[in-house]
């Protein structure tokens, strides 16, 4: 069973979010050594100023090793430890009390062992009450008008767009693109999968996780009846050599998403998020398209997109979510985590510029306006998109909205998450 939940989460994965395979492997792998975190919750979630027992343990082939020096440190989510240690762990665990969080937010012990050179990790991270979360960032008083310009200059920008199949790629009545058309600047390039059978479908953006990578399309949901399109950000094709991309990653888009921060008008992601809306825009001009159903769903970076899109097009039915960047930028200036890219983790007294520019760019104040049904679904112990932010931006949004946490899993999701998402989606699309 382990095998084949792998096996369908690979799968599910390449073909959902529309990656590259080099990001599947970000995925956890089996060790040898394991550090087991608990929490004296089993649910993770605590009153505000309720104490919390963290129970440690190391296992070798799981079995609890008896003496093994551990280290540790708690504290609130990437802010400085408030305790910690070195000390010998008992056959039958180290227990650890923690004193409670004064305010909502999320308390994370992350324990470490050092066997044969090696260094094994174990986290747990405890929620006190994240569903009052607040973000810190404030609503520009002119965000709206500022986006709804951006998109009436898109409007003047034909949408010319360009097919290229990519039959290796087809299978069970699947016709597969590589696709572009045009975007406020440039182009935006995707792979488009579209069902042979006759009638007309439903159609499922899938937006990119952070970096620069090769497509490969959705050819699953396309099976199910399906139109899927993912895209990349980038303004250039998406099925070329790994080795481009990579070349790229570690030099001109290295780091892309610090581009010209101090600027709202020129920040690299005023092109990505009208891109989206561009994407929305070609979906719509297919004849295969049923002209009323219409998701979007994305991780991490494409989480962010996911909710951006959404809330700038009102021609987005559902959203699917996992773990969002971007969210409550300014959480870092405030004394608490803020989203990935950390904008402002380092840069304790940044320009004026880079602070204000980044509210227009903060998914909670996308998340503001959404206005139609979205699943979400994310972990406690996520480094990159912390729940701290993504919980500010998911308690903003008076939309229909259900969540599915998962408190260990970080930056990465169980299958059972991923069948959820995806089932969840295609009973949405193809209830009709």
Not at 14 to 29: D, S, W
Not at 324 to 336: E, K, M, W
Request: charged share 20%; aromatic share 12%.
């Amino acid at each position: 069973m382990r095998m084949r939940s792998k096996l369908f989460f690979l799968i599910w994965w390449m073909t959902f979010a529309g990656m590259a395979p080099e990001k599947v492997f970000c995925q956890p792998k089996e060790e040898f050594i394991k550090v087991v975190v608990s929490p004296d919750h089993s649910d993770w979630n605590y009153a505000v100023n309720e104490s919390v027992r963290f129970s440690i343990k190391v296992l070798k082939s799981n079995v609890a090793l008896e003496g093994a020096q551990i280290s540790y440190t708690i504290g609130p989510e990437k802010m400085p430890a408030i305790d910690s240690a070195t000390v010998a762990i008992p056959e039958s665990g180290l227990i650890v009390d923690a004193k409670g969080m004064a305010q909502p937010g999320f308390l994370r012990c992350t324990a470490t062992f050092k066997y044969e050179n090696k260094t094994y990790t174990g986290t747990a991270t405890v929620g006190y009450e994240p569903k009052k979360i607040k973000p810190t960032g404030k609503l520009p008083k002119d965000f709206e008008e500022f986006w709804n310009q951006g998109k009436m200059q898109l409007k003047e920008i034909p949408l010319e767009p360009v097919f290229r199949e990519l039959p290796e790629r087809e299978a069970g009545g699947v016709k597969v693109y590589e696709v572009s058309f045009n975007n406020i600047t440039g182009k935006i390039f995707g792979v488009l999968c579209v069902p042979t059978s006759e009638g007309k479908h439903p159609a499922l953006l899938e937006v990119p996780g952070a970096g620069v990578w090769p497509m490969y399309g959705d050819v699953e949901k396309a099976k199910k009846g399906i139109i899927t399109l993912a895209i990349g950000i980038h303004g250039i094709p998406v099925t070329m050599e790994s080795s481009v991309y990579a070349n790229l990653r570690e030099g001109a888009l290295k780091d892309y998403w610090y581009n010209n921060l101090d600027n709202r008008d020129d920040y690299y992601f005023k092109r990505v998020f009208l891109g989206c809306v561009r994407a929305v825009d070609f979906l719509c001009s297919l004849s295969e398209f049923d002209g009323e159903n219409i998701a979007v769903a994305g991780g991490s970076q494409g989480g962010a997109l996911s909710i951006v899109t959404a809330s700038l097009d009102s021609r987005i039915d559902y959203l699917a979510v996992r773990y969002p960047a971007f969210c409550d930028h300014t959480g870092f200036l405030h004394g608490r985590a803020g989203g990935w890219p950390f904008h402002f983790q380092r840069e304790p007294h940044p320009i004026a510029e880079k602070v204000e520019t980044s509210a227009y760019y903060d998914v909670v104040n996308f998340a503001r306006f959404i206005k139609v049904p979205g699943l979400y679904s994310w972990g406690y112990n996520d480094g990159v998109c912390g729940p701290t932010s993504t919980f500010s931006a998911y308690n903003t949004i008076t939309a229909p909205k259900e969540i599915f946490i998962v408190p260990e899993t970080a930056h990465w999701t169980y299958p059972e998450q991923e069948e959820k998402l995806a089932d969840w989606l295609i009973e949405k699309l193809t209830k009709n």
